[in-house]
């Protein structure tokens, strides 16, 4: 099963930050922990609003947009 845009977002990443989809539908970094060092408190990059489904897992892609993939849920 192949992911699906969900939102365009356009977002440049930047290394040794985390991207992901907050509660709000929106992308926000938090910097990763890297050798002892801990991460950082989650930051807010774009106001998106996408809404979310139950059942997807919803992520940044290469492209910087949100997509979204079913989740595997129970299997034997």
Known sequence: ?????????????EKGYLYFVD????VSRAKMARGGKKGGKPEKVTKVGAKKEKGYLYFVDKQGDISRAKMARGRK
């Open 23 to 26: 509660k709000n539908g929106d």
């Open 1 to 13: 099963m192949a992911a699906q845009k969900v939102a365009k977002a356009g977002v440049k990443k």
